[in-house]
């Protein structure tokens, strides 16, 4: 349960092997999803296009809900990747855990505060960046403005608020979620036969539990998502 990081140096600067690992491995599975559902592209969908399809249509409901579809558009297939890749890295550390040499080294990447916040930041970069392609400078600033001027210290903490909430939201269920199977597991398995028999079906119930968490977690996070892209794009805000 108290398992450290594989760390290594390089040139000065420390990284988490872990992370690497498991940031590429929700990548790559990402990545197959999308190859497997798009290659045999037919008018009437079947199997994984259907599958593939139905996201599409989910997230732009989420987008629809948040903005006008004339300004969301172009957010479509960021929606669909974010919404797919973190569900993916929810999932991942789920059916087990992998240590080597008291290194934890296969879990959840979400499960690590440096992921989930980083994907905040360039969530809540990304709004910065479209608000002033779209609105350009001056309309952007004024945003910070409005709807009175004296709320703009305000309007800053919100920034720095957001992005500290999105990320900390996500890394703290599933890492919660796979603490406490961790814990479960551990704990029952060291009260014999009768104890590691026992934690099969809690383990199970827990992990089901756990997959529920995990995508409502993606949906929320691909949902505030799109409203702080829409604070920024939209013009009725």
Known sequence: M?????????MGLWFNGANILMITIASLVVFLIAVL???????????MQNFLEWVLDFVKGIINSTMD???????????LTIIMYIF??????????????????????????????????????LSHFYGVKLKGAKGYGEGFFQPMKFLFPLKIIEEFA??????????????????????????LAHQG??????AIPL???WQGFSVFVGSIQAYIFTMLTMVYLSHKVSHDH
Request: hydrophobic share 50%.
């Open 69 to 79: 579809w004339k300004e969301g558009g172009r957010f479509h297939v960021l929606g």
């Open 2 to 10: 108290h398992h450290g990081a594989p760390e290594f140096e390089f």
């Open 37 to 47: 559902s798009t290659r045999r592209l037919a008018m009437k969908p079947t199997g």
């Open 88 to 125: 993916v890295s929810n999932m991942l550390g789920l059916p087990f855990s992998i240590v080597i040499d008291e290194k934890l080294w296969w879990k959840s990447p979400t499960a690590d505060p440096v992921i989930t916040l980083t994907l905040a930041c360039l969530v809540v970069g």
């Open 193 to 198: 036969i009768a104890g590691m028999i026992a």
């Open 162 to 187: 957001n992005t500290l909430t999105l990320g900390l939201r996500l890394y703290g269920n599933i890492y919660a979620g796979e603490l406490l199977l961790s814990l479960l597991a551990a704990g």
């Open 203 to 205: 383990t199970l119930v």
